[in-house]
């Protein structure tokens, strides 16, 4: 925490107390529980610019946790509207940023939080799979991630995460010791004014979504090989 340059702002409120102290926890499960490798950080880009990280590969519900570890800093994130009504997370998480999503339908007041926080400036954590996947494959990207990058000219930082799953997969009750890769690799900025995909088309950012999904693979399939 770096004291005013990160406050948030917006609603879901934002108290600071709570991230520290939820950080501490974090830090001291993933440096030592879990083991967690962070490599690319000097991807970053320097602040004054809208960040949107890609949560590449959606497998575990600790995804989002291994990537407020990788950061180290506050950040808005995207989950599903469920999980806010969880004891004790649900408020946890309502305090550190935390944007509920209804996966069911087109969620109005949640695109209009993401794309706020944007425009502050700030980093959204979203997966561009939008849940979880059930046996580890990588799923189709859904070009929602592309458009609301787009709308507030943001930044895209990819971070690809690696063995989360064998740590906790979809339905496990109780995580395992293991090692967690967080890779980020260089941000990208599409829809830059000039940009030949600045004002991209519906039909073109499912293409671009189809990109970064075989991009994404071929990443996965690095790592898989020891890369």
């Known amino acids: 925490m770096h004291g005013r340059a990160y ?9 600071p107390r709570v991230y520290r102290g939820l950080m501490l926890v974090l830090n001291s499960l993933f ?12 991807h970053f880009p320097p602040p004054g610019r809208p960040v949107l990280v890609a949560l590449l590969h959606h497998t575990s519900s600790l995804d989002i946790f291994a ?22 997370l649900g408020p946890v998480f309502a305090r550190v940023g935390g944007i509920a999503a209804n996966r069911d339908k087109q969620d109005l007041p949640a695109i209009k939080q993401m794309l706020a926080g944007l425009q502050g400036n700030h980093w959204l954590a979203v997966a561009p799979e939008g849940t979880r996947s059930q046996d580890g494959r990588l799923q189709p990207f859904d ?3 592309l458009w609301v990058a787009q709308k507030a000219r943001a930044l895209i930082l990819p971070a690809v995460l690696w063995g989360v799953d064998q740590r906790m997969a979809k339905g496990s009750r109780l995580p395992r010791p293991g090692n967690i890769q967080v890779r980020f690799h260089e941000a990208r900025d599409p829809f830059a004014p000039g940009a030949p995909d600045e004002k991209a088309s519906r039909a073109r950012l499912v293409e671009m979504a189809a990109e970064w999904q075989a991009w994404t693979q071929a990443q996965l399939d690095a790592m898989a090989g020891g890369a």
């Not at 406050?7 to 108290?15: F, I, K, M, R, V």
């Open 7 to 15: 406050t948030l702002a917006l609603e879901p409120p934002y108290n």
């Open 31 to 42: 440096n030592s529980y879990w083991r967690v490798k962070v490599t690319g950080k000097e």
């Open 67 to 88: 990537m407020g570890v990788a950061v180290q800093r506050p950040m808005y994130f995207l989950t599903k509207r469920e999980t806010f009504s969880l004891p004790v």
């Open 143 to 145: 070009p929602g991630f």
